[in-house]
């Protein structure tokens, strides 16, 4: 008995650090949850560059264009309680059975993961509009 419990261990510990293999080189941690907003609509260049994620992977089609949710769920309710340990294993493993794609091939995905997880996580906490952005030091 002893054996399995040390065997489960050692597997949780495994697929638990494997979660973390798209996280900053060196880091072994991931970066705290951050983004800038003033006006509703002008956020951080990272956060920014999360929103250009959204859009180019145009994760809207099933999301919806206010993340409100549609064939998808409403990201507005899941960002509530998701944490960047599921949204990285969810985004870079997909949920197949349920529609949700893999995204481990996109470079864009890799590169910006994290900043993706930014913005939903400002539209969820209500402080980033829905719509367009643009960086708070666009003229």
């Not at 293999?21 to 907003?37: D, E, I, S």
């Not at 900043?115 to 539209?123: D, T």
């Not at 367009?132 to 003229?139: E, G, N, P, R, V």
């Amino acid at each position: 008995m002893k054996g399995r419990s040390l065997l489960l261990l050692a597997m949780t510990l495994v697929a638990s650090s494997a979660s973390f293999a798209q996280t900053p080189a060196g880091t072994g941690q991931m970066k705290p949850v951050a983004y800038k907003v003033v006006d509703g609509n002008k956020v951080d260049n990272d956060t920014l560059q999360g929103w250009k994620t959204w859009r180019a992977l145009a994760c809207e089609r099933c999301h919806g264009a206010k993340q409100e949710g549609m064939v998808g769920p409403s990201l507005i309710d899941a960002f509530k309680t998701l944490d960047k340990n599921e949204f990285h294993r969810t985004v870079f493993g997909g949920r197949v059975d349920k529609g949700m794609p893999d995204f481990s091939s996109s470079q864009m995905m890799q590169k910006n993961w994290e900043n993706l997880f930014a913005y939903l996580k400002g539209r969820s906490d209500g402080k980033i509009n829905p719509g367009d952005l643009q960086a708070i030091d666009a003229k």
